[in-house]
């Protein structure tokens, strides 16, 4: 409690609520933090809650209801149902569409968003850590880790999963129409080179500024964390003036209706979304999906807890709930993307789910999918991706 | 001042806009002065400057606002040329007892979210929807439909979307305009044409106006209708300063794009309404009304005057 009072006095030093309000300084989220997790105000917001945000789930009376909070079309509909029925929380959902607005929604709301799990991307958990935006998970809660496959648990942005366990992960490839484009494409300067020729004026990539650069950085070596600005720079001159007058869309889900509806011919795309789109598209054999090389993206979304949530014993009974292996296979099958459990892929094997080569991957090319950084470098990176899209539209 | 109870009458009025509209805007306004601490922060205000104004005013800025504009002014002025035929037919040539239908007819789309009637046209437009299926089956186009991802598909959603936004102004307009006005212009022997340029349409210019503003605007601001149809030939200006809000976490520099696009705006109204000024300039000597002595019979506007005069008499 002292510890608590400590923290108030800093928290009334930063005065003016203008202070707190310009909330991402390291001082003002050491107050937000513990404005959340402080003990009367996690009183007043969460009845069951315990006196820290590392202690808020003991295993006691599970509440009756949960709220998650994740990207759009994430979990499969069937296993939310069988968790109210079996478990008994009734489930709210809210989704949003990057990272960026999870973290602006839950810094405005400094711990009484509401929300129980979030689902960020791991790249950016440090930056919420630091800032107190999530709290930590009682693992005893979750025995159900034991089933996670170790290559995705301890990532080096929460080496010993305190707060964090991988939700699915995925890589950034290209899909491409072979009646179109009849040579093969295997790396992402071929994926330049003919969006370029055969599918100039029907390419599209993804609206992200991180894997639009890449495909630059990555087709010539380059690490696509770099913040150099003459490699950035040379990025920029060649997206704006070579690639960008032959886009046609900046779309982050072509599986959604681009491949269905064969509006492109060429298209960035992440590989469980490319895989949805082959699997709807009236001709799937028309489609060929190629992992980006010789390097491409890593990104792992994870399961986490929201500091100050109102229902932590549920949600930790979700948590462990999905990693069940049974419910982690209706989740590949329903997102396409690897859940991170062991043997997932004889099991999915065995169950006959469809193009799975699109969901599994050799240990060569995991070897070859690099993580993304929040550096210094993203404000110029935002930069490139504004100006390649304003070529674009010229 | 009035008095007090009239006054009270718009108090929540006053106090819902200063709570959610000028102190938003305020806080924007304040923010453009500031800058962007270090890689986790969004913005800070201990060191006020014009940095940011400079850093927004890029070439990026003008070729997006270049895009944007154009999709604004070709978007107004389609809605304008399709909407304004519709309101006067429906004000004036409809059986008023129809009206309330036509009405509600014009409000269907409203019915349905925003997004999703968008997405719907990006469904019925694609090289492989069944418009395409269709015009091919029937010979009509040769290949798939290739509009899709191009500023007509652009514009066909922007009429789409904005177009009951300039109807209803429109059509309340030359409603109040009223049938005995036109009877008298027609009595006086003005054609149907002349009467709706001299009569009916200058009477309706608040209402054109109105108009005009309520499908510009918000379309100078909306990106969704123009990246969802265009794709990359649908940049739109506010996408730059939400990517500056949310992936860049710069809301220093987003916001005083934000300021810059109100200014901007601004002025291309302001500009716009001159332009229209200037045109309506001799219009409006030939239409003044002349109270007291005829003018000189040497006087060239005079001429409708004498004209009406000589038929009147």
Redesign the interface.
Known sequence: MSESRTHVRILASDGAA?VIR????RRGFLGLAVAAGGAAVLAACSPGGGASPGAQATGGAVEDSLTIYTWGDYDAPELLEEFTSSVGPTITLDSFS?N??LI?KLVAAKGTSGYDIVVPTGVFIP?MI??GLLSKLNLDLIPNIEHMDDAYLGRAWDPSNEYSICKAWGTTGFVYDKTVITRELTTWADFLDAAQNEASGKT?VLD??GDLTGIYFWANGIDWNTDDEAELAACEEYLVTSL?PH?????SYPGG?AIP???QVLMQSWNGDARLGILES?DPDRWQWVLGGPDTEIWMDNWAIAAGAPHPEAAHAFINFILAPENALVELDYIGYHTGAKDIEQAAADEGLPMLDFVFFTPEQVETMHEGE???A??RR??I???T?????? | MRRSPGFALAIPAWVWLALFFVAPVGMVVWFSFGY??G???????DVLSLDRYAEALS??FF??F??TLWVGIAGTTLCLLIGMPVAYWMAVKVRPERRGILIALVLVPFWTNFLVRT?GW??LL????WVSTLLQAVGVTQG?LEI??TRTAVLIGVVYNYLPLMILPLFVAFDRVGGPLREASKDLGAGRWTTFFRVTLPLAGPGVVAGVLLVFIPLMGDYITA?VL??????MVG??VA????????WALGSAMAVLLILVITATIAVGAAIVWLILLPIRRRNRLVLGDAPPPSDPPAAAERELQGVGA
Do not use: C, M
Request: charged share 15%; aromatic share 6%.
């Open positions: 203008r310009s909330e991402l300084t990057s960026e607005e602006s930056q630091e800032n599209s992200d500024p960008a886009l046609s869309a900046f779309d209706s509806q064969g509006t009236p929040v550096n210094e993203q404000e935002v930069e991706w504004n100006a899209k304003a070529a674009a539209g010229a | 962007k601490p890689i986790f922060g969004t913005h800070a205000n070439p990026t070729s997006t270049q895009n997405i990006q469904v694609a090289p492989e929807g798939p899709l991802y990246t265009g794709g990359a030939k649908g940049n996408q730059l990517s500056q809000f949310q992936a860049a976490q710069n």
